[in-house]
C-alpha cells in the first residue's frame, strides 16, 4: 500500500518534513485532446498504475475533455493511483456549483479525489469562454474565496463528500501572493516555475531561487508548514538512452532561455535515472519537496528513477 496523501506522522521542527515521504504524481495534457478515445485515456491510467504512480492528474482547458467526468471514467479502470485535476481555473467556476462537482466526484470515485486548483492565466481562454479577464489580483482573491467556500460546505456535510473533512486541495503557481494564500489554505503545493533574475541562468542561481521560493512558503505557512506537503512541477525529464528531450514545455514557461539554460531550471531533469534520484533526495532534504509530477510524455523514464528511491 501506498503512502497516504498526509505521509508520515509529522514531529515538530525540519525533520517532520524530510521525513514525509515522496509522492509522485503523471499529468496529461493536449494529446487528450487529439487522442479522442476513452479506450485510449483508460488505456494511458492503466499504464501509469501499472508504473507506480500515486497521482494522475488532468488538465483543466477549453480545449480538453471535461476534467470531473474523466476522471471518473479513468478511476473506473484504476484502483490504488489518486486522481486528480491540474488544476482548475478557479475563475472558471462558482464555488457552490463547483463544491457540488467536487462532492459527487469524490463519493464516485470512492475517495480517491484530489482537487487541483489555479488562479487562471491564460487571457485567451477567458475570451474564448466570453469572459472577463480579471486583473492578476482579482483571480487571486477568487481563488481564496472559492478554497475558504468549498471547505465551508464541506465542513457543513453540505454536499457530502467521502474523505473527511474533505477532498485534499493543491494548488499550483510560483508568485507571492498566490503562495502566501496557498501556504494558509492549502494542502498541497506545487511549484509551477521559479523565478530567475540575471543572466546567464545557471543551476546555481535556479537552486538558489528555489530555496528563496520555498522558504517564503514556510515564512507565510506559520506553524501550518507541518501540513503541508510542498512539491514542484516537472516540466520535462529525460532518461539516459529513453529517447528525445522533449523541452517543449520549458520553452512555453520560459521563451527568453537559451536551451542550455532550460537546462539549468530545477523542474527540467536529466541524466541516469541514479543521478535524477539523488537530485529528488537533495531536493527533500534542502528544500522539503517531496511532491513531485511529471508529463506523460516522461511517465515510463521518471518511474525508472522513483523506483530507486522508494
Not at 244 to 273: N, Q, Y
Amino acid at each position: 500500500m501506498r503512502s497516504s496523501r498526509r505521509g508520515l506522522p509529522l514531529s515538530t521542527g525540519e525533520c517532520a518534513l524530510t521525513d514525509r515521504p515522496f509522492r509522485f504524481g503523471v499529468r496529461f495534457g493536449a494529446n487528450l485532446s487529439s487522442s479522442g478515445s476513452v479506450s485510449w485515456l483508460q488505456d494511458q491510467a492503466r499504464k501509469a498504475e501499472d508504473l507506480g504512480y500515486d497521482v494522475i492528474l488532468l488538465p483543466d482547458h477549453l480545449t480538453t475533455p471535461a476534467p470531473f467526468p474523466t476522471v471518473a471514467a479513468l478511476a473506473a479502470v484504476t484502483t490504488e493511483p489518486r486522481l486528480g485535476t491540474f488544476v482548475l481555473n478557479a475563475a472558471f467556476y462558482n464555488p457552490a456549483l463547483l463544491a457540488r462537482e467536487v462532492s459527487s466526484t469524490d463519493l464516485l470515485i470512492e475517495g480517491r479525489l484530489e482537487l487541483g486548483l489555479g488562479a487562471g492565466w491564460a487571457r485567451k481562454e477567458f475570451d474564448e469562454a466570453g469572459l472577463p479577464f480579471p486583473t492578476a489580483g482579482q483571480r487571486i482573491a477568487h481563488l481564496e474565496r472559492t478554497i475558504t467556500e468549498i471547505r465551508r460546505r464541506f465542513a457543513a456535510g453540505d454536499p457530502p463528500t467521502r474523505q473527511q473533512p474533505a477532498p485534499p486541495i493543491l494548488v499550483g503557481g510560483s508568485g507571492d501572493r498566490l503562495l502566501a494564500v496557498a501556504a494558509i489554505h492549502a494542502d498541497i503545493i506545487s511549484l509551477a516555475s521559479v523565478p530567475t533574475t540575471g543572466r546567464p541562468v545557471t543551476t546555481d542561481a535556479v537552486e538558489r531561487a528555489l530555496g528563496e521560493r520555498t522558504a517564503y512558503i514556510r515564512a507565510a505557512a506559520g506553524r501550518r508548514i507541518q501540513e503541508l506537503e510542498l512539491g514542484l512541477t516537472l516540466g520535462a525529464v529525460y532518461v539516459d538512452g529513453t529517447g528525445e528531450f522533449d523541452l517543449t514545455l520549458p520553452r512555453m514557461a520560459a521563451p527568453d532561455l537559451a536551451d542550455d539554460e532550460l537546462l539549468a531550471l530545477p523542474g527540467v531533469l536529466h541524466g541516469s535515472p541514479g543521478s535524477i534520484a539523488e537530485t529528488l533526495q537533495r531536493y527533500r532534504e534542502m528544500y522539503h519537496l517531496t511532491h513531485f509530477v511529471v508529463p506523460a510524455t516522461s511517465m515510463a523514464g521518471f518511474a525508472e528513477v522513483f523506483n530507486r528511491i522508494r
